[in-house]
């Protein structure tokens, strides 16, 4: 069963759009929701993180928006770059554990 | 940022032999660490948790006396994967929290091990 449900599992954004990615969870017990952003070959990178305290969190480009009632979050990408493109994975936390969605291919066409 | 430095980064074998890959925290001190392995276009699946001085706890399905997982030091924690065969070719990639931080990883950069 799949405790965090990631989508689209691709996107193609054009240089200076915005991109959305979204995921879904069921346990109301985790409480951290970190997005990692992953290059071919390489180990995932912390990219923004947000705890269910909050609604929305932005850091530069990136912003987390947080609806705890919908058990939903996401992820903007404004003003998309070529460097941007890489894999992008949501992932939800309780204790320890750390467990992450299936992933999301982002392309941005320059 | 924290550092998590992992190695080696490539690794090739022959079916049968074992392998050691070393997970370091760098800057920081940490008392749990994870290792995840990663097949081509799929998410991180969580192998095992590290705690520095006990034994590890290993995830549903991943077995033990296969991929053993030493955590001898605050800094330290390795994976060795006994009797390779080419199935247990993958991407494993190790993770630290650092000590008395809540929530955030830091990740290395991955070992790629590919069995003949």
């Known amino acids: 069963q799949q405790q965090v449900k990631q989508s689209p599992q691709s996107l193609i954004v054009q240089k200076g759009g915005i991109s959305i990615i979204n995921c879904a969870y069921e346990?109301?017990?985790?409480?951290?929701f970190p997005w990692y952003q992953q290059f071919p070959g390489k180990g995932p990178a912390l990219l923004i993180a947000?705890?269910?305290?909050?609604s929305e969190k932005k850091e530069g480009r990136f912003t987390i928006s947080f609806n705890k009632s919908a058990k939903q979050f996401s992820l903007h990408i404004m003003d998309s770059q070529p460097g941007d493109s890489a894999t992008y994975f949501c992932?939800?936390?309780?204790?320890?554990?750390?467990?992450f969605g299936a992933g999301t291919i982002l392309r941005v066409k320059s | 940022g924290a550092v998590v430095s992992q190695h080696p980064s490539r690794v090739i074998c022959k079916s049968g032999t074992s392998v050691k890959i070393e997970c370091r925290s760098l800057?920081?001190?940490?008392?749990?660490m994870f290792w995840y392995r990663q097949f081509p276009k799929q998410s991180l699946m969580l192998m095992a948790t590290s705690n520095e001085g006990s034994k590890a706890t290993y995830e549903q399905g991943v077995e033990k006396d296969k991929f053993l997982i030493n955590h001898a030091s605050l800094t330290l924690s390795t994976l060795t994967v006994t009797s390779a065969h080419p199935e247990d070719s993958s991407f494993y990639i190790c993770?630290?929290?650092?000590?008395?931080?809540?929530?955030?990883?830091?990740f290395g950069e991955g070992s790629r091990l590919t069995v003949l």
């Open positions: 992932a939800v936390g309780y204790g320890n554990k750390l467990v």
């Open positions: 800057d920081f001190q940490a008392t749990t």
């Open positions: 993770s630290a929290r650092r000590q008395g931080a809540f929530g955030e990883l830091f």
């Open positions: 346990n109301t017990a985790f409480d951290y």
């Open positions: 947000i705890r269910p305290d909050v």
